[in-house]
């Protein structure tokens, strides 16, 4: 319980000392160049992402990082748990946006913070919401901002790897970039699997080589949702194997 009083404690009391910072990115985007922008942004969401894993005790082990080129990508992991997005905010090095439920749209200052990192809000009771969102990440990638998707829609909370859905698929091949496959494990340990409660957990992140532009034009959407669930699929049921392995914390 005191786990889970002072990591939200920290989740939402945080925010207002952002605000200086929030103002400052506000007023210079567009203005100087994204990668520089990006880099801006991403400060104080990293810093936020830490000081939240840092007060459940989790441990982090992270492999890959230098796999990850210099260009705009498209991360697409696997979907355990809702510290999937603070877990990877906090250790993946570059900066990324992400797709999100339109519902967060309602959260003060967390809305503001998204907007600005230049995220995608889906409402998937709407189709032509979906189909649009699409289009807002194929745009936002073409812009030179790198982002993150999680094809699974749901959170498996640490079983296997559910069916890939192809929107990911449409977004890559229309914006003609790589895609950077992660694999993730342990994040539903701090919180889904404990009936809410905040825990310790072992999380790992492992990050997988990436999927050129060739690879991803020449192979068929349904051949490389395969193709890319296949390889997630493969390192998360070894993350599991050797999280498991792991003594309690």
């Not at 082990?61 to 705009?72: A, Y």
């Not at 073409?142 to 977004?171: C, D, L, N, W, Y």
């Amino acid at each position: 319980m005191y786990n889970s009083l002072r990591t939200f404690s920290f989740l939402f009391g945080y925010l207002p000392f952002s605000l200086k910072g929030l103002r400052e990115v506000q007023t210079l985007k567009g203005k100087i160049p994204i990668k520089d922008y990006d880099e801006l942004v991403h400060q104080q969401p990293k810093r936020w992402a830490q000081g939240i894993l840092r007060r459940t005790k989790s441990t982090f082990k992270v492999e890959g990082l230098e796999l990850i080129p210099e260009e705009t990508v498209l991360f697409v992991s696997n979907h355990e748990g809702n510290f999937d997005i603070p877990s990877l905010i906090a250790h993946i090095p570059k900066p990324f946006a992400f797709m999100s439920k339109v519902e967060v749209k309602k959260l003060p200052i967390i809305i503001d913070w998204m907007v600005a990192m230049n995220c995608v809000f889906i409402d998937r009771t709407n189709r032509r919401s979906s189909m649009r969102s699409i289009t807002d990440m194929v745009s936002t990638l073409k812009a030179g901002h790198s982002m993150i998707i999680f094809p699974e829609g749901t959170r498996s909370k640490g079983t296997e790897v559910q069916e890939f859905k192809s929107g990911f698929v449409r977004i890559a091949k229309e914006a003609k970039i790589p895609i950077v496959p992660i694999a993730i494990a342990g994040t539903s340990d701090i919180l889904e699997n404990n009936q809410n409660k905040i825990k310790p957990a072992h999380v790992f992140i492992t990050v997988l080589p990436t999927i050129s532009i060739d690879t991803i034009q020449e192979l068929s959407s349904r051949e490389l949702i395969a193709h890319v669930q296949q390889k997630i699929a493969v390192e998360v049921k070894h993350l599991q194997q050797t999280k498991n392995q792991m003594p309690h914390l």
